[in-house]
């Protein structure tokens, strides 16, 4: 299969993105029974057998908001974190989402063949999320309080930036919680919402 990754021809085995402007790229490649990683001057291997919990999120930034990640955890290394989009410049962040795609898709089958004993969740971890839920819920009560007090005061530009900001607020915090909800799946049946569409 083949696949752009950070402006590099790639396939479905291996896969870069770069984190930061400044910082140096990630590179991961599954070779064998393992996955090569690299990020500057630190590197390391992990064998697929070793590989203890993957967890699939979705993650917006500032400059992009459709942006997903993969998290690995194993035995004896760092967590590893492999997201859908890379800084191309100061101002401008690439998304990856076919070569992303093929390369978690890739992964977690070679992690499934191993028969490593592995958690796969989804979403964020259950109390970030309902705590995050919790306060979403209290932004929309107290911007729906700030409309009804600026109609009573007759200031209907002010209601009115209000109610376009809180809309905003909605759409993106309900598009955040839908695809981040705690949960499970299989390796052979990644969630499609935590996915980017290809």
Known sequence: MSAT????????????????VLGAPWEFRLIGDGIDWQAGRKSGRIAFRDVRCVRLSFRPANMQSHRFMTEL?????????IMSSSWKSMFEQE??????????????????????????????????????????????LALAMLILRALQAGAIGGAVLVAVFGALF???GENFLHRNRPGVYRADALPAQLMPQV
Request: net charge positive.
């Open 73 to 81: 955890w194993a035995d004896g290394v760092p967590k590893l974190r």
């Open 170 to 172: 909605i759409w993106r």
């Open 95 to 140: 998304r990856l989402d076919a070569p992303y795609s093929a390369f978690v898709a890739e992964l977690h089958r070679r992690i499934s063949q191993s028969g490593a004993p592995v958690a796969y969740e989804q979403g964020t971890h259950p109390l970030l999320y309902w705590l995050g839920a919790i306060v979403f819920a209290a932004v929309q």
């Open 5 to 20: 990754s950070a402006g590099t021809g790639r396939d479905s085995e291996a896969y870069t993105y770069r984190p930061s």
